[in-house]
C-alpha cells in the first residue's frame, strides 16, 4: 500500500512543487506514494465562492468558514483513518518521531490555511491535529505541508537510495548530525579530522558521537534535556 497525501488549499497549483523532482519525484512516478491536491474554493455554494467571513468580535483579516471547509474534508476523509492535519503557528511542533508516525501509516490529510486561520468549530468537529513547523508565520499552509511532506516521503522505504542515510542524521538519535568531510584531503589549508582518515571504525563512531554532542550543546541544548545519555533532566 503506498502513502497517500491529500492536501487542501486554496492554491492547489503549488503541488506537488518541489516533490516531483529528485528521489521524492522518482518515488511518485513508480506509485510508492501519491499526492492529490483539493480545491477548498470548490465546496462553497453560494454564486461568489466565499470561502472566508469576518471574524466574529471584530478584528483585522478574514477567517476561513467552517461550512465550506467541513464539506471539503468530509468529501476527500469520510471514514479515512489517515491523520487530519492543520498547518498552523499554533500548532505542536513537527519532530522526526512525529514524521516517522506518519511515515508508518496509510497518508495523511493536510489542510492548508489561509488569512487569519481556521474556525475553531470545524477543527474541533473534523478532529484536526494542529502541526507548526517553528516560531513565524508563512502566507500560508502550503508551503508548510510541503515541507511536512518531504519529511515524510523521504524516508517511505525504498525513497533513498541508501536506506541509512534516513538513520544517521540530525534528531534521529536525538543529537544534531555531526560534520562531514570528504576529499580533498586538503581545502585552503585545513585537512580532514585525521581520525576520519584512520580506519579505525570505532574511534571514528566515538568522535562523531562527541562532535554531534559538541554541537548539539552550542546549538541546540535543549535537545540534550531530553537525552538520557546527557546525565541531565529536563525539567518537565
Not at 29 to 53: L, N, P, Y
Not at 54 to 65: D, E, F, H, Q, S
Not at 112 to 140: A, H, K, M, P, W
Not at 216 to 233: Q, V, W
Request: proline share 6%; hydrophobic share 40%.
Amino acid at each position: 500500500m503506498s502513502f497517500r497525501a491529500t492536501v487542501l488549499t486554496l492554491y492547489p497549483e503549488m503541488f506537488p512543487g518541489h516533490l516531483g523532482v529528485s528521489l521524492a519525484g522518482k518515488a511518485l512516478e513508480r506509485g510508492q506514494w501519491s499526492i492529490e491536491a483539493v480545491q477548498i474554493r470548490d465546496f462553497a455554494e453560494d454564486k461568489h465562492r466565499t470561502v472566508d467571513d469576518t471574524p466574529a468580535g471584530g478584528g483585522a483579516g478574514m477567517v476561513l468558514k467552517p461550512d465550506v471547509l467541513a464539506r471539503a474534508i468530509d468529501r476527500v476523509a469520510a471514514d479515512d483513518d489517515r491523520p487530519r492535519l492543520l498547518m498552523s503557528p499554533r500548532g505542536r511542533p513537527l519532530t522526526q518521531e512525529r514524521v516517522r508516525e506518519l511515515a508508518a501509516g496509510p497518508g495523511v490529510v493536510i489542510v492548508c490555511g489561509r488569512f487569519e486561520g481556521v474556525d475553531q468549530r470545524v477543527i474541533d468537529t473534523r478532529n484536526l491535529e494542529e502541526v507548526s513547523l517553528g516560531d513565524y508565520i508563512l502566507s500560508g499552509g502550503e508551503p508548510a505541508a510541503l515541507v511536512l511532506l518531504d519529511a515524510v516521503v523521504r524516508i517511505l522505504p525504498g525513497v533513498m537510495g541508501n536506506e541509512l542515510s534516513g538513520v544517521h542524521e540530525s534528531f534521529e538519535g536525538g543529537l544534531l548530525e555531526h560534520p562531514h568531510y570528504t576529499r580533498p584531503q586538503v581545502f585552503e589549508g585545513h585537512e580532514i579530522p585525521a581520525v576520519l582518515t584512520s580506519g579505525n571504525h570505532g574511534a571514528i563512531a566515538k568522535w562523531r558521537e562527541a562532535e554531534a554532542r559538541k554541537l548539539t550543546a552550542e546549538r541546540r541544548p535543549d535537545l540534550l534535556e531530553r537525552d538520557p545519555k546527557s546525565g541531565s533532566r529536563s525539567s518537565d
